[in-house]
């Protein structure tokens, strides 16, 4: 997700936030997030590292995951660019997504944005 997410050249401070928090709350050990920082994502190469993904649930669709994973932490400082959607692209080809899923899961991401913003104003949290 970090070649993904860097794909416009850097990984913002609230990509990163996204990510660690994300990794954390499924269980990743402490020494593998503290490598995050320091993973050369911009000499990263998804044709090398995506074939490499291995899980252990039958029912988990790895792909489609990944996929949207990356869509929600490349867009996690507010910015989905266009050098991003390009690696989410990139990295979806590689892993077999069709594109129209992957434009479902782009949906889907900014959808649930709008969601919690409409939730936050009904509730006050934010105004105008």
């Not at 997410?5 to 401070?13: E, F, P, T, Y």
């Not at 990139?90 to 892993?95: D, H």
């Not at 129209?100 to 899961?105: A, C, F, R």
């Amino acid at each position: 997700m970090l070649a993904i997410a860097g794909g416009d050249g850097q990984v913002s401070d609230a990509e990163m936030e996204w990510l660690i928090n994300h990794q954390k709350q499924f269980g990743a050990p402490e020494e593998v997030v503290g490598l995050y920082k320091s993973f050369d994502y911009k000499n990263a190469n998804l044709q090398e590292l995506l074939p490499d993904i291995k899980v252990d649930v039958e029912t988990w669709s790895v792909a489609n995951e990944l996929v949207y994973h990356a869509i929600k932490m490349s867009s996690a400082d507010g910015v989905y660019a266009d050098a991003e959607r390009a690696k989410v692209k990139e990295a979806a080809k590689i892993l077999g997504v069709a594109d129209d899923i992957v434009l479902t899961l782009e949906s889907l991401v900014e959808m649930e944005r709008t969601v919690v913003k409409m939730r936050k104003a009904l509730i006050h949290v934010n105004t105008l």
